[in-house]
């Protein structure tokens, strides 16, 4: 199982951006049976759970720092998963990670997580 994160980039303030996640070495059968989440991590601190979806994506859980700005989503016919980000600010600067775990729900600690993508650089600036 890999996971290729893609989308980062440099924005403004206020922008908005789109993270993709493709989950490859599986069948869609098997993407299906994923938990799909999100995180970030800036230098000298902790990975920080961002937003998670459950396998057929009826429910998803953002963190409180992003609630209401960002979306997380996924299409299970092209094995990926997707971070919309709305109304970025300075403190969403950040290496995002997804992150994939074969269970059932919505998962928010990174050691559940058994397979991460390699991160993509957000940096946001005023």
């Known amino acids: 199982v890999q996971l290729q994160a893609s989308g980062g980039g440099p924005v403004q303030a206020g922008d908005s951006l789109t993270l993709s996640c493709v989950v490859s070495?599986?069948?869609?059968?098997?993407?299906?049976?994923?938990?799909m989440g999100w995180f970030r991590q800036v230098p000298g601190k902790e990975r920080e759970f961002v937003a998670g979806?459950?396998?057929?994506?009826?429910?998803?859980l953002p963190a409180d720092s992003v609630k209401g700005r960002f979306t997380i989503s996924r299409d299970n016919l092209k094995n990926s998963a997707f971070l919309h980000m709305t109304s970025l600010n300075l403190e969403d600067t950040a290496v995002y990670y997804c992150?994939?775990?074969?269970?059932?729900?919505?998962?928010?600690?990174?050691?559940?997580?058994?397979?991460w993508g390699q991160g993509t650089q957000v940096t946001v600036s005023s």
């Open positions: 070495g599986v069948s869609i059968d098997t993407f299906k049976s994923l938990s």
């Open positions: 992150a994939a775990k074969a269970a059932l729900g919505i998962w928010t600690k990174e050691v559940f997580y058994t397979h």
């Open positions: 979806i459950n396998q057929n994506g009826d429910r998803t």
